[in-house]
């Protein structure tokens, strides 16, 4: 351990969500607690020296305040080979190959531990969210595309070099729609946030009367991931029949997900899952009816996630918490 600052003897550690956007950050004691956070914008470019530089002040910053940091966690995206605690790739911050834990160590003295974002997101919702009463949890954060990462007997799984737990790549239609990772009918290109708007805006070309038209007054433009789930509630069958669609396709996928790995609990993060029950419910009922089993034997429950985003952070503090004790 290396106090940076020995006023209180205070255990904490800090967790950072690194995005193409902000650096976010937050100290927590070591039984889980926030007790500070805040967030830096990335460096215009994200020039990986300058991300080094803005992490390495945020982290002074709140050390100053007068916890003993033990550790430094780090939840990155892209490929983050978490042994290593190297970048490897990473499309959103145009990254090869970053030693981004050492050269933090380096400058701040004190042990740092890399992780793949989502992976970060999935442990922070297994040690200190909606997954903390399970031993084995699967987080799926329906967004721009689909983060995913996985929890298994208390460890977190993340795949030869921190590359897979890649969930949102699995192919749930043969030859359907394009993904960015080049397959077609990945549940990411179906399922995601993205798809759901994109799925809205098809229905309601083919419908001028449907009240999703009203719900985004009048322009398609400003149809978001609520749009849909507000029509259904309203009872437009435009709106009923897209929600429908679109919780078909996602417990494909989710059902594929508890065929795989038998998880506990599947937890759905992302801005959708604010929808709570009408989301979790259904899908839930789905999901047993598909999985084998049909979840009579070893239920997996479906819940949403609980931690917002704050997740990253908090999982990235928790990463650096289990690594030290390694
Ligand atoms: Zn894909």
Redesign the pocket.
């Known amino acids: 351990m290396v106090a940076l600052n020995q006023k209180k003897e205070l255990n904490c550690y800090i967790g950072i969500d690194l995005g193409g956007t902000y650096i976010k950050y937050g100290l927590m004691s070591e039984d889980g607690e926030i007790i500070e956070k805040g967030k830096v914008s990335t460096p215009a470019g994200c020039g990986y020296m300058e991300t080094v530089e803005s992490i390495a002040s945020a982290v002074r910053g709140i050390a100053e305040h007068g916890a003993s940091v033990c550790g430094l966690g780090i939840g990155a995206p892209g490929v983050a080979d978490g042994e290593k605690g190297i970048v490897r790739t990473s499309g959103n911050l145009g990254w090869e190959n970053k030693p981004l834990a050492e050269d933090l160590s380096k400058r701040l003295g004190i042990p740092v531990t890399l992780a793949n974002d989502a992976n970060a997101a999935a442990f922070g919702e297994y040690a200190c969210g909606a997954g903390s009463e399970y031993k084995s949890v699967v987080l799926i954060t329906l967004g721009t595309g689909i983060g995913s990462g996985i929890v298994i007997d208390g460890k977190l799984f993340e795949g030869n070099r921190g590359a897979g737990a890649e969930l ?2 699995e192919t749930i239609r043969f030859g359907g729609e394009k ?3 080049g ?1 077609r009918g ?1 549940l ?1 290109t179906y399922a995601s946030a993205t798809a759901l708007i994109r799925q809205t805006k098809r229905a309601m070309e083919k419908d001028k009367q449907s009240i999703l038209w009203r719900l985004c007054g009048g322009d398609i433009g400003s149809v978001n991931g609520k749009t849909a789930f507000d029509g259904a509630q309203s009872g437009d069958k435009t709106a009923k029949r897209v929600v429908n669609n679109y919780l078909r396709y996602l417990s494909e996928g989710l059902a594929n997900i508890a065929n795989a790995f038998r998880p506990e609990a599947i937890l759905i993060g992302g801005g959708i899952s604010a929808q709570g029950e009408s989301l979790t419910k259904p899908l839930q009922k789905r999901v047993d009816k598909l999985m084998l089993g049909h979840g009579r034997y070893a239920p997996v429950k479906i819940k949403a996630a609980s931690l917002g985003n704050d997740a990253g952070l908090v999982g990235a503090a928790m990463l650096a918490k289990e690594r030290e004790r390694r």
């Open positions: 949102g790549h993904c960015t990772c397959r990945c990411e």
